[in-house]
């Protein structure tokens, strides 16, 4: 049977037992800060398991993609070098959600089993929890299974999707291989081989782990299993491997045209083909390649993928050419992977165009580190700088290692990496290292739409971490009250300041305010009096910031209606800043925004500006919203209750919003784009200023024009033009100081061959060239080493205070003359370090006044070698 062959059968048995037949989820979860991506079929039903969401269906059956590359299950490392772990594989699931239990999903799974599929029962063994004499009971003496392919398990058998949420015990049931295949049954010595495999696991959710690890019984017990479809499809095709079935063959294919390699063995394609998965999934559900959060573990995959296609002798971008053999794979499956196909492809060629530029230079550097190495681990600070300099994700370096013995300093990695953090971090470290962890009780009433100044009593007190009774004068803390005017951080726009007074007697500086759980917390310092739970306190929030908040939150929605009229529907908002000074608005767009577009999404906002025309908002339900047209994030997860905000002539602005925002569209005052930018692959940044900031950038603007008029000597209408002029007139200057560079390296007029000596027959040549840089150096090396046929040669170039070295010796002596022992020999005597290839090296140093002697000192380096 083939793959897609498979899945229907799956979903068609389920559908006959009355399971509703559900759509595959996106890999992004939706409003669950608890899992990065979607890594099981349970997870798009977490809250029905919890009691919280009800659905017309109590049975329900999906094949659901998912993504384990990062967070608590992750097999990216592994990916390439096992028959069955992937970043990219599809989850066969039903679930009960207080229906079935565990009779009916035994019964279930053993009948699609063996009789469905066919496959012969003394072939399969079944696992349960060894606690669970219920599960066991029925196995053996209901179903029949046998005895001797039957065995309990202890921590193997208990699942749960995160540290916290839906779990509880498990049945399990495995393949057999067959004994000419090693390995022992499941909770046997050898069940870590390849003899077993598990195929099908039965969870019975029973309870709801707490963060502290207790276990709360759910409302109703419930079932959920998970086959992967790539296991069950190489048993149903005989074979081995996950990497051998139907699915997989055809992008190893494609994967083997596209980097030219001709044997279908190399464990490299198989990490191309299994990434080309997860990638082109991961993009297609909004997910763009950058450097934090799922981004970054996407580009972690993408340049895990390239840097195998580099190892199989792939110097071209590729990978992106590989959408097409997906698509064709899966495409029925999955109909947004055909229509998302071009935007996939265009991302994945964008990533590839920009690690290729780094990818050269990162292998140098750590071919270096490796060539260096006196044991057999890479330091944690070369991992670092390979990370922070040259794009390296740490994995990748362990990769690289992994294939030439090596391994990574990790701890040295993670040291330096919590150092760089901890300087990022700097005057927020308050904040994220106290707010964010705190479970803080209460609900706090937002009054802040209607008031900026009100009266409230004070709940709770934190004080570094914990809950206090009292705060003093001078102590930073975080104040909790039973109403606040103060708008906590949340969807895009920031946290208010302010003041919190008792009287003449205590005030409380607020530098922010952020929501946890269901409280708003603010946070800040205590700067006279006391302040102790219960305290009726006046809440004022500062007026000025919060109104130049509103003007830039309001002209957010503007922009971003009128970015849809100017590029078109597609346009979507993949993230947002909203503070006092300026707005920050990220979106889904393909290619940069022209100056003229520019102008008129401009245009747009300030005509809608001038209108002032009243601003609405209102409470409406959901559908009810989007009933209306009201625009909603994808992904994002809505109380049944949302704002509705509309602004604009005619409707033009209509989304859901819990921000602030102004009165009428004519207190935005004016609008003006200050930066458009790309943010990411697909992704365009547009930044903007409103009101008393957008007149002051243009004053900056025409003062700048005035200065750079007055410095060129022309009126400032004739600015452009003359500026141009010198730029042309630099341009060609540099052009002459190249040519000049190259004419003093290549020797002419100052033959570097006159200072060659001989040591035991073999030329040696050590000389300085003055104004000339790393490139240049290059240059003359090769030219002279065609002149001299064998020879030794190093070049100090000097700029400046800076030394430049490059060491270049024919194939002939590189063995006994390494270049690389030959810049490290100089370099250490100037201040610098360097190395390299045993035929090309370079490095650099500082110390002018110590070069003569360094130079010197080769004569005797090489005098040392010649007996070698």
Same mark, same amino acid.
């Given at each position: 049977?083939?793959?897609?062959?498979?899945?229907?059968?799956?979903?068609?048995?389920?559908?006959?037992?009355?399971?509703?037949?559900?759509?595959?989820?996106?890999?992004?979860?939706?409003?669950?800060?608890?899992?990065?991506?979607?890594?099981?079929?349970?997870?798009?039903?977490?809250?029905?398991?919890?009691?919280?969401?009800?659905?017309?269906?109590?049975?329900?059956?999906?094949?659901?993609?998912?993504?384990?590359?990062?967070?608590?299950?992750?097999?990216?490392?592994?990916?390439?070098?096992?028959?069955?772990? %992937?970043?990219?594989? /599809?989850?066969?699931?039903?679930?009960?959600?207080?229906?079935?239990?565990?009779?009916?999903?035994?019964?279930?799974?053993?009948?699609?089993?063996?009789?469905?599929?066919?496959?012969?029962?003394?072939?399969?063994?079944?696992?349960?929890?060894?606690?669970?004499?219920?599960?066991?009971?029925?196995?053996?003496?209901?179903?029949?299974?046998?005895?001797?392919?039957?065995?309990?398990?202890?921590?193997?058998?208990?699942?749960?999707?995160?540290?916290?949420?839906?779990?509880?015990?498990?049945?399990?049931?495995?393949?057999?291989?067959?004994?000419?295949?090693?390995?022992?049954?499941?909770?046997?010595?050898?069940?870590?081989?390849?003899?077993?495999?598990?195929?099908?696991?039965?969870?019975?959710?029973?309870?709801?782990?707490?963060?502290?690890?207790?276990?709360?019984?759910?409302?109703?017990?419930?079932?959920?299993?998970?086959?992967?479809?790539?296991?069950?499809?190489?048993?149903?095709?005989?074979?081995?491997?996950?990497?051998?079935?139907?699915?997989?063959?055809?992008?190893?294919?494609?994967?083997?045209?596209?980097?030219?390699?001709?044997?279908? /063995?190399?464990?490299?394609?198989?990490?191309?083909?299994?990434?080309?998965?997860?990638?082109?999934?991961?993009?297609?559900?909004?997910?763009?390649?950058?450097?934090?959060?799922?981004?970054?573990?996407?580009?972690?995959?993408?340049?895990?993928?390239?840097? %195998?296609?580099?190892?199989?002798?792939?110097?071209?971008?590729?990978?992106?050419?590989?959408?097409?053999?997906?698509?064709?794979?899966?495409?029925?499956?999955?109909?947004?992977?055909r229509t998302e196909q071009a935007r996939i492809e265009k991302a994945l060629l964008a990533e590839e165009e920009q690690f290729g530029?780094?990818?050269?230079?990162?292998?140098?550097?750590?071919?270096?580190?490796?060539?260096?190495?006196?044991?057999?681990?890479?330091?944690?600070?070369?991992?670092?700088?390979?990370?922070?300099?040259?794009?390296?994700?740490?994995?990748?370096?362990?990769?690289?290692?992994?294939?030439?013995?090596?391994?990574?300093?990790?701890?040295?990695?993670?040291?330096?990496?919590?150092?760089?953090?901890?300087?990022?971090?700097?005057?927020?470290?308050?904040?994220?290292?106290?707010?964010?962890?705190?479970?803080?009780?209460?609900?706090?009433?937002?009054?802040?739409?209607?008031?900026?100044?009100?009266?409230?009593?004070?709940?709770?007190?934190?004080?570094?971490?914990?809950?206090?009774?009292?705060?003093?004068?001078?102590?930073?803390?975080?104040?909790?009250?039973?109403?606040?005017?103060?708008?906590?951080?949340?969807?895009?726009? @920031?946290?208010?300041?302010?003041?919190?007074?008792?009287?003449? /007697?205590?005030?409380?500086?607020?530098?922010?305010?952020?929501?946890?759980?269901?409280?708003?917390? %603010?946070?800040?310092?205590?700067?006279?009096?006391?302040?102790?739970?219960?305290?009726?306190?006046?809440?004022?929030?500062?007026?000025?910031?919060?109104?130049?908040?509103?003007?830039?939150?309001?002209?957010?929605?503007?922009?971003?209606?009128?970015?849809?009229?100017?590029?078109?529907?597609?346009?979507?908002?993949?993230?947002?800043?909203?503070?006092?000074?300026?707005?920050?608005?990220?979106?889904?767009?393909?290619?940069?925004?022209?100056?003229?577009?520019?102008?008129?999404?401009?245009?747009?906002?300030?005509?809608?500006?001038?209108?002032?025309?009243?601003?609405?908002?209102?409470?409406?339900?959901?559908?009810?919203?989007?009933?209306?047209?009201?625009?909603?994030?994808?992904?994002?997860?809505?109380?049944?209750?949302?704002?509705?905000?509309?602004?604009?002539?005619?409707?033009?602005?209509?989304?859901?919003?819990?921000?602030?925002?102004?009165?009428r569209t004519g207190d935005i005052g004016l609008f003006r784009i200050t930066l458009e930018g790309a943010s990411s692959a697909g992704?365009?940044?547009?930044?903007?200023?409103?009101? /008393?900031?957008?007149?002051?950038?243009?004053?900056?603007?025409?003062?700048?024009?005035?200065?750079?008029?007055?410095?060129?000597?022309?009126?400032?209408?004739?600015?452009?033009?003359?500026?141009?002029?010198?730029?042309?007139?630099?341009?060609?200057?540099?052009?002459?100081?190249?040519?000049?560079?190259?004419?003093?390296?290549?020797?002419?007029?100052?033959?570097?061959?006159?200072?060659?000596?001989?040591?035991?027959?073999?030329?040696?040549?050590?000389?300085?060239?003055?104004?000339?840089?790393?490139?240049?150096?290059?240059?003359?090396?090769?030219?002279?080493?065609?002149?001299?046929?064998?020879?030794?040669?190093?070049?100090?170039?000097?700029?400046?205070?800076?030394?430049?070295? @490059?060491?270049?010796?024919?194939?002939?002596?590189?063995?006994?003359?390494?270049?690389?022992?030959?810049?490290?020999?100089?370099?250490?005597?100037?201040?610098?370090?360097?190395?390299?290839?045993?035929?090309?090296?370079?490095?650099?140093?500082?110390?002018?006044?110590?070069?003569?002697?360094?130079?010197?000192?080769?004569?005797?380096?090489?005098?040392?070698?010649?007996?070698?």
């Amino acid at each position: 049977m083939k793959s897609a062959d498979i899945r229907q059968a799956f979903l068609d048995y389920f559908a006959r037992q009355g399971h509703a037949v559900v759509p595959s989820s996106s890999l992004v979860p939706a409003d669950d800060p608890t899992l990065l991506f979607t890594n099981a079929g349970m997870n798009q039903f977490k809250d029905v398991f919890l009691g919280r969401d009800k659905r017309d269906y109590t049975r329900a059956t999906s094949s659901q993609r998912c993504v384990r590359a990062g967070g608590k299950h992750n097999d990216l490392e592994n990916v390439g070098y096992t028959a069955r772990h %992937h970043t990219f594989f /599809e989850m066969l699931g039903n679930f009960s959600f207080g229906d079935y239990f565990k009779r009916e999903a035994i019964k279930f799974a053993w009948e699609f089993l063996t009789v469905d599929m066919k496959l012969p029962p003394e072939r399969l063994w079944v696992t349960v929890h060894v606690s669970d004499d219920e599960a066991a009971d029925i196995w053996l003496k209901e179903m029949g299974v046998s005895a001797e392919r039957f065995s309990r398990l202890d921590e193997d058998n208990f699942w749960q999707m995160g540290d916290t949420g839906p779990c509880g015990p498990c049945s399990e049931i495995f393949y057999d291989h067959g004994a000419d295949v090693p390995g022992g049954p499941p909770g046997s010595e050898g069940d870590d081989l390849d003899r077993y495999i598990e195929i099908w696991n039965l969870v019975f959710m029973q309870y709801d782990r707490q963060p502290d690890g207790e276990l709360q019984p759910l409302p109703k017990p419930s079932v959920d299993t998970g086959m992967g479809l790539e296991r069950i499809a190489a048993v149903m095709q005989g074979v081995h491997s996950n990497y051998e079935i139907d699915l997989f063959q055809a992008l190893l294919k494609a994967a083997a045209k596209a980097t030219g390699t001709t044997d279908l /063995e190399e464990k490299s394609l198989r990490v191309i083909a299994d990434h080309i998965r997860s990638s082109s999934f991961l993009i297609g559900d909004g997910v763009i390649p950058s450097n934090e959060g799922r981004g970054y573990v996407l580009r972690r995959i993408i340049r895990r993928a390239l840097r %195998h296609g580099h190892k199989l002798g792939c110097d071209k971008p590729f990978f992106h050419t590989l959408v097409a053999a997906l698509v064709e794979q899966m495409g029925d499956a999955y109909p947004a992977l055909r229509t998302e196909q071009a935007r996939i492809e265009k991302a994945l060629l964008a990533e590839e165009e920009q690690f290729g530029r780094t990818l050269a230079q990162g292998m140098k550097v750590l071919e270096q580190a490796v060539a260096g190495l006196s044991g057999t681990v890479i330091p944690g600070d070369v991992v670092f700088t390979l990370y922070d300099t040259h794009g390296f994700p740490p994995d990748l370096t362990a990769d690289v290692a992994r294939e030439k013995g090596l391994t990574i300093d990790q701890a040295g990695f993670d040291a330096a990496m919590a150092a760089q953090r901890e300087r990022a971090r700097g005057a927020d470290a308050f904040a994220s290292d106290y707010s964010d962890r705190l479970q803080i009780e209460g609900n706090t009433e937002f009054s802040g739409y209607q008031l900026l100044d009100d009266q409230a009593a004070v709940v709770g007190l934190y004080r570094e971490g914990q809950a206090v009774d009292t705060l003093t004068a001078g102590e930073e803390g975080m104040v909790v009250l039973e109403r606040t005017p103060f708008y906590a951080e949340s969807g895009g726009q @920031v946290g208010d300041t302010g003041l919190l007074t008792v009287g003449n /007697e205590a005030r409380f500086k607020v530098a922010d305010t952020r929501k946890r759980q269901a409280a708003h917390v %603010h946070l800040g310092t205590l700067e006279s009096g006391s302040l102790k739970v219960g305290d009726k306190v006046a809440a004022r929030v500062n007026i000025q910031r919060r109104k130049a908040i509103m003007r830039n939150h309001s002209a957010t929605h503007l922009m971003h209606a009128a970015l849809r009229k100017v590029l078109g529907e597609h346009v979507t908002q993949k993230g947002s800043l909203v503070g006092p000074d300026y707005l920050r608005f990220d979106f889904s767009h393909g290619e940069a925004v022209t100056a003229a577009q520019i102008a008129e999404i401009e245009d747009i906002v300030n005509a809608h500006i001038l209108a002032n025309v009243p601003v609405s908002t209102e409470l409406m339900d959901i559908d009810a919203a989007r009933a209306a047209g009201a625009m909603a994030l994808f992904g994002e997860k809505y109380d049944d209750q949302v704002r509705v905000l509309t602004m604009g002539e005619a409707a033009f602005s209509k989304e859901l919003c819990g921000g602030t925002h102004v009165e009428r569209t004519g207190d935005i005052g004016l609008f003006r784009i200050t930066l458009e930018g790309a943010s990411s692959a697909g992704i365009r940044r547009i930044e903007a200023v409103t009101g /008393e900031n957008a007149l002051a950038d243009v004053r900056r603007l025409a003062d700048t024009v005035s200065r750079i008029a007055g410095t060129v000597k022309v009126a400032p209408e004739q600015t452009p033009e003359r500026v141009a002029q010198l730029v042309s007139r630099t341009r060609e200057l540099e052009k002459d100081i190249e040519r000049l560079k190259q004419k003093l390296a290549s020797g002419t007029g100052n033959d570097l061959t006159s200072a060659v000596q001989e040591i035991n027959g073999v030329k040696i040549l050590a000389s300085q060239l003055d104004g000339a840089d790393a490139k240049a150096l290059r240059l003359a090396i090769d030219k002279l080493k065609d002149k001299l046929g064998s020879a030794v040669v190093l070049l100090a170039g000097t700029e400046g205070d800076k030394i430049s070295l @490059v060491a270049g010796v024919t194939k002939d002596l590189a063995e006994q003359y390494p270049a690389g022992d030959l810049v490290r020999h100089v370099a250490s005597q100037i201040g610098g370090k360097g190395g390299g290839r045993a035929d090309m090296a370079q490095g650099g140093g500082s110390d002018l006044a110590a070069l003569p002697g360094a130079l010197e000192s080769v004569r005797d380096w090489a005098a040392s070698r010649a007996g070698n």
